[in-house]
């Protein structure tokens, strides 16, 4: 017990939070789904209590079509649809929605449990209401997302898909930092500020990624310039700079290459690191959380790479969008191990030392 009446770790809350954790990252693969099959514009309304009941009758279906053929992706994408095709992609974008209530009912109810039994400890009560508000967050930048394709547009801003990826993926990471913080304590000692830093910049890097491949998907740019190493034949292809400002968030060219160029750095960044942590041989497991990291990295490259050339296939696509939040979470929990461990404070070994 703390001093202030309360375990300082609490292995339940952090199983909790654990599974917090996951349920966001189904979240996740969902919402790759949903905007693979273009299931995300199929229910036009933003109903966060009623609209957890699908259409019960066939009038309720008639009316749901009806409101989904008035915008502009049936009118100038999906003209002639029947009643059934629309069932198939309003099922996915209902699934998503009811795991996103599921994911706040998992949160919140537990949550007030475990305050009413004094589990939390007192460190990470904070920490967990910013969750819960950030959770609540998300849901209205999901339909601020949603609302970008229903008048203007036949599919959502990019910006926003971005915006709503990085927030489930920054909540993801938060929830497994808080069950690692949950489950083993208090932090009693930290490591030399130059490897948290660099842990910290590889776990940056890697959002950062994240928020440009979300980009991408937004501006359907994995669907064009599908050839490798090269762009079209040439390193970098032609953007429509007439966009302005936007055309870093609009331009398919510039998105791919943007995310292309920065997925370059993350690997050689990783390895490096990766590199360097088991030559100084750090502390016990963080050598090896290194080349987890590095290597999670690498395959998401190549997953990218296989996934580009055959002009995103939804199988292919989730597949890279899961692999990503994958990513992610080696990266935290890197850093976490990194910032908890002591590093042995003496020269590599000669074995090393010439590498």
């Not at 490259?301 to 899961?322: D, K, N, R, S």
Request: hydrophobic share 55%; charged share 10%.
């Amino acid at each position: 017990m703390n001093r202030f009446g309360r375990l300082d770790q609490s292995k339940a809350v952090g199983l909790w939070l654990f599974v917090c954790a996951g349920l966001v990252f189904a979240m996740v693969v969902v919402g790759g789904i949903t905007r693979l099959t273009g299931s995300g514009l199929s229910i036009t309304e933003w109903k966060p209590i009623m609209g957890a009941l699908p259409p019960l009758s066939s009038s309720d279906w008639g009316e749901a079509f009806q409101k989904y053929r008035a915008i502009p992706q049936y009118q100038q994408v999906n003209a002639g649809m029947s009643l059934s095709e629309f069932q198939g992609i309003f099922w996915w974008e209902w699934i998503h929605r009811q795991l996103g209530r599921l994911i706040g009912l998992a949160f919140a109810l537990p949550l007030v449990v475990f305050l009413v039994l004094k589990r939390i400890p007192r460190r990470l009560i904070w920490r967990c209401a910013l969750l819960l508000a950030l959770g609540g967050l998300q849901g209205a930048i999901g339909w601020w997302m949603v609302s970008s394709g229903l008048s203007e547009r036949v599919d959502v801003a990019p910006e926003r898909l971005a915006t709503h990826l990085g927030l489930a993926l920054a909540l993801f990471a938060g929830l497994i930092w808080t069950g690692l913080e949950a489950w083993f304590g208090a932090e009693h000692s930290r490591s030399p500020g130059g490897w948290s830093r660099g842990a910290a910049v590889l776990l940056g890097a890697v959002f950062v990624q994240c928020l440009l491949g979300g980009l991408v998907a937004g501006a359907k740019a994995g669907m064009v310039y599908t050839d490798w190493p090269l762009m079209n034949g040439a390193f970098f292809p032609p953007a429509d700079w007439s966009l302005g400002g936007l055309t870093v968030l609009h331009d398919q060219a510039l998105v791919q290459f943007n995310h292309r160029i920065v997925a370059y750095g993350l690997l050689l960044g990783a390895t490096v690191y990766a590199a360097q942590a088991w030559r100084w041989r750090l502390a016990e497991g963080l050598g090896t959380s290194a080349f987890v990291v590095a290597g999670v990295i690498w395959m998401q490259a190549v997953l990218g790479v296989v996934t580009l050339i055959h002009a995103v296939p939804i199988g292919l696509g989730v597949l890279h969008q899961a692999g990503a939040a994958v990513v992610l979470a080696a990266a935290t929990i890197n850093l976490w191990l990194v910032r908890r461990s002591q590093p042995r404070l003496f020269s590599p070994s000669p074995r090393t030392r010439g590498l």
